[in-house]
C-alpha cells in the first residue's frame, strides 16, 4: 500500500535553533499539506501546495517557519528559530488534487517536534 | 468559537458495547464529513466519508450526517481493544480545506 513517508519521526532541538522536516507523498498525488497538530488537538492546516505552487500558507507563521516543494514532489517544511511553543506533531498529507468535491488526505505518520 | 466541536473524552467503554462518538458544526457550506482515527504517535487514517445527509455504514462503522442539526456521529459495533484510538472528525466545504475537531479519545477496555 502506498503510504507518505516523513522523516525524522522524532526531533528534539533547543529553542533558537534551526529545523527541518521533509515528506515525500504518494507517487502521483499534486497536492501536498502540511499540518501541526498540538498534543490533545487536532491537526491544524499550515500549507498547502498544488504541484509546486503554494495554495495556502493562510496559517503559516511566514516570520520563522518556510516550505518549499521545488519540483512538486517531495517537500520540507523548516522552523528557524525554533520557540518552545513549536513543539508539536508536524503532519504531512497528500491526495490526488482534485480541486472539488472530497479530498481524500493520506497522512504520514509525523514528525515530532520537541522544543527545550 | 471553533468551527468543527468535537468531545475531547476520554470515552472508556467495554469491549463489545457500542461507541458512540459526536461533532457539531457551525458552518453550513460544508458539505463532506470524514472521520479519521488516530493511534498513539501515528497519522491519521480515513475511517469513513460522507457527502451531505444521510447515513453510511462499514462493517462495524456507521456514519450519521444531520445537515439541518450540524451534528455528525460515528458508531463503532461490537468494540474491539484495538478500536482504542483517537478518533477525529473533519469537514469541508468543496474546495475548500479540510477542518478538524479537537478528536475523542476512545479506550475499549478487555
Known amino acids: 500500500e502506498a503510504e507518505v513517508a516523513q522523516s525524522p519521526r522524532y526531533k528534539i532541538t533547543e529553542k533558537s535553533q534551526a529545523v527541518a522536516f521533509w515528506c515525500d507523498p504518494i507517487?502521483?498525488?499534486?497536492?501536498l499539506y502540511w499540518y501541526r497538530q498540538i498534543l490533545g488537538q487536532g491537526p491544524e492546516l499550515l500549507v498547502q501546495f498544488q504541484d509546486e505552487s503554494v495554495v495556502d500558507d493562510s496559517q503559516l507563521p511566514k516570520d520563522r517557519f518556510s516550505a518549499e516543494r521545488l519540483k512538486g514532489v517531495d517537500s520540507t517544511l523548516k522552523i528557524q528559530p525554533a520557540e518552545l511553543g513549536d513543539s508539536a506533531m508536524y503532519l504531512c498529507a497528500s491526495d490526488r488534487g482534485i480541486l472539488s468535491g472530497a479530498n481524500v488526505l493520506t497522512f504520514g505518520a509525523g514528525s515530532r517536534l520537541t522544543v527545550l | 468559537q471553533k468551527e468543527v466541536e468535537q468531545d475531547p473524552g476520554p470515552l472508556s467503554v467495554p469491549e463489545g458495547a457500542i461507541v458512540s462518538l459526536n461533532c457539531t458544526y457551525s458552518n453550513s457550506a460544508f458539505q463532506y464529513f470524514m472521520w479519521y482515527r488516530q493511534y498513539s504517535r501515528k497519522g491519521p487514517e480515513l475511517l469513513m466519508y460522507?457527502?451531505?445527509?444521510g447515513n453510511k455504514e462499514d462493517g462495524r462503522f456507521t456514519a450519521q450526517v444531520d445537515k439541518s442539526s450540524k451534528y455528525i456521529s460515528l458508531f463503532i459495533r461490537d468494540s474491539q481493544p484495538s478500536d482504542s484510538a483517537t478518533y477525529l472528525c473533519a469537514t469541508k466545504a468543496a474546495g475548500n480545506k479540510l477542518t478538524f475537531g479537537g478528536g475523542t479519545r476512545v479506550l475499549v477496555k478487555p
Open positions: 460522507t457527502y451531505s445527509s
Open positions: 507517487s502521483g498525488h499534486a497536492t
